[in-house]
C-alpha cells in the first residue's frame, strides 16, 4: 500500500505540525491514498487559508470538500511511513491506542516521537485491552472486507429500508417521562465482566427493554470479546422491534458504517480513544449521508475537548468505564460536564449520553443532575430475569411508554 505525499519540495517528509489535527496550521498538502481491498480514499488535506482544508476522495459518493487547494508535486512513500503519519497524527492528539501492531519500518527508526519505547524496544504487543480489540479489528475487518466487497454494500445499503431516528426517539423519551433517554443494551458478555447472561435471547430482550420504555437499543456486534453479531442486530430489527438500533462496534474503517446500516442499524459509535479528529469528522459525514446518526464517545477531558472541535457532533457518550482498564467512576460524567466543556455542550444543544456503571435510581439521578438527556446501561438491566421490571428498578419507577 503506497501512500503520494505531495509536499513543497519531493522528498522534504512533512514536519509533524502539518498532520495536527486542527488543520489549519497545515501550510503544506498532504494527500494519503489508503487503498485496501474495496475500498481506496485518495485523500487530500490542504489549506490555503485558515480554517480551510479540504478532503477529496477518489470514491465520487465519499467526496467531501471543504473549500482549499492541493499542491500538485507528489513522491511516494511507503506503507510504514502511513502508519507513521496515522500514529504521529493520532499521538498529537493525545491517543494512546496504536491502531495496527508496529509497521516494519526500518530498524532504528523511532520518528520524531518516541512510539512506546520500553526499556528501549518499541512494545510489539497490545498495552491494553482496547488496544488489543482495535488490532483484532483492523485483521477482522479486512477479512470481512473480502467477503463484502464495498461495491455490493452500497447496493445493500440502497435497498435498504429508511433508518429511524436515534436522536428524535432520545429527545421524545427525555421529554415524556422527564428522566434521561435510555438506550438499553443487549449485551451477553464483556471483557471487563466476563458472561453477563447465560440464557441469553437477543430478541427476547430487546423485546423486554422496548416494553420496558427504552427509547432505543444498544447491539453489541463484536463476536470475540462481547459475544455478540450482525446476527443479533438484524433479528432484533426483523423481529419488528421499533427502538432505534446502536451498533455497539469498534469502528477502525469506513467500510464498517456501510455494513451497520446494511445489517439494520440506525446509529453507530465513533471512539474518540481510538480514532482522530479527521476520522471522526470524515465518519460523521459519511454517517449522516447513510442516514445513521453517530454517538461519538468519550472518556476523559482532552476526549472531550477534541470532540466539542468537531462540527456536526448531535451526540456525545461520556464513558464512565475506562476501555484500557476498566475502572469504573460514574463521577467521570460530571467531571467531564463541569466548566467550559459543560457551557459549549449546553450551547450546541448537544445531548450527552451518560454511560456504564448505572445500577439505582440514584445513579440515574446523580449523572441526570450533571446535565446528561440519554443514559446507556447493559449489566444492571440485562442480566435481569425479567429485563423490563430490570429498567424499572433502575429508574424506581416505571418507564414504559404501554
Ligand atoms: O454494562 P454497563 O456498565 O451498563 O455499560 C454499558 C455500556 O456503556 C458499555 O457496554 C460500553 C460503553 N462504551 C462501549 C464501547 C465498547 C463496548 C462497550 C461499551
Redesign the pocket.
Known amino acids: 500500500m503506497d501512500a503520494l505525499v505531495p509536499v513543497q519540495s519531493a522528498g522534504q517528509r512533512l514536519p509533524l505540525r502539518l498532520l495536527s489535527p486542527s488543520l489549519h496550521r497545515c501550510i503544506g498538502s498532504v494527500s494519503i491514498r489508503r487503498s485496501v481491498s474495496g475500498f481506496a480514499m485518495d485523500t487530500r488535506i490542504s489549506s490555503r487559508s485558515p480554517s480551510q482544508f479540504t478532503i477529496r476522495s477518489q470514491q465520487s459518493d465519499l467526496k467531501e470538500s471543504l473549500g482549499g487547494v492541493a499542491s500538485s508535486s507528489d513522491v511516494r512513500i511507503k506503507e510504514w511511513e502511513v502508519d507513521m503519519y496515522q500514529n504521529e497524527l493520532a499521538i498529537s492528539q493525545g491517543i494512546r491506542i496504536r491502531r495496527k501492531p508496529p509497521s516494519k519500518a526500518p530498524l532504528g527508526y523511532s520518528g520524531p516521537f518516541e512510539l512506546r519505547l520500553l526499556n528501549g524496544q518499541v512494545a510489539d504487543s497490545p498495552s491494553n485491552i482496547l488496544e488489543e480489540i482495535t488490532w483484532y479489528k483492523d485483521h477482522e475487518v479486512s477479512r470481512m472486507k473480502e467477503l463484502n466487497p464495498l461495491e455490493a454494500l452500497k447496493k445493500a445499503v440502497e435497498n435498504a429500508p429508511p433508518t429511524r431516528d436515534f436522536v428524535g426517539a432520545l429527545r421524545m423519551a427525555h421529554q415524556r417521562t422527564g428522566f434521561p433517554g435510555l438506550i438499553a443494551?443487549v449485551?451477553k458478555a464483556?471483557p471487563s465482566?466476563g458472561i453477563?447472561k447465560e440464557n441469553f435471547d437477543p430478541v427476547e430482550i430487546a423485546q423486554a427493554y422496548e416494553r420496558g420504555g427504552a427509547a432505543c437499543l444498544?447491539v453489541?456486534t463484536?463476536q470475540k470479546y462481547?459475544k455478540g453479531g450482525f446476527e443479533n442486530l438484524e433479528a432484533i430489527r426483523s423481529a419488528g422491534v421499533k427502538c432505534p438500533l446502536l451498533c455497539?462496534e469498534?469502528v477502525v474503517d469506513p467500510w464498517q458504517i456501510y455494513y451497520a446500516r446494511a445489517k439494520g442499524a440506525d446509529a453507530v459509535?465513533l471512539?474518540a480513544a481510538i480514532l482522530t479528529d479527521l476520522e471522526i469528522t470524515y465518519l460523521l459525514k459519511l454517517s449522516k449521508k447513510l442516514g445513521l446518526a453517530a454517538l461519538v464517545?468519550v472518556h476523559d477531558e482532552r476526549e472531550m475537548g477534541r470532540v466539542l472541535g468537531i462540527e456536526g457532533i448531535e451526540l456525545v457518550?461520556i464513558?464512565n468505564?475506562s476501555?484500557e482498564t476498566f475502572k469504573?467512576d460514574i463521577s467521570n460524567t460530571k467531571k467531564l460536564l463541569e466548566g467550559e466543556h459543560g457551557r459549549q455542550i449546553r450551547e450546541k444543544d448537544m445531548i450527552v449520553v451518560g454511560?456504564?456503571?448505572?445500577f439505582t435510581p440514584d445513579d440515574i439521578a446523580y449523572v441526570q443532575a450533571a446535565g446528561v438527556k440519554a443514559v446507556?446501561?447493559?449489566?444492571?438491566i440485562?442480566k435481569q430475569n425479567d429485563p423490563e421490571k430490570g429498567i424499572a428498578g433502575l429508574f424506581g419507577r416505571n418507564i414504559s411508554q404501554t
Do not use: H, Y
Request: glycine content about 10%; charged content about 30%; cysteine-free.
Open positions: 443494551e449485551k464483556s465482566r453477563l444498544s453489541l463484536d462481547f455497539k469498534f459509535l471512539i464517545e457518550g464513558n468505564r476501555l469504573v454511560e456504564s456503571g448505572l446507556l446501561v447493559g449489566e444492571s440485562v
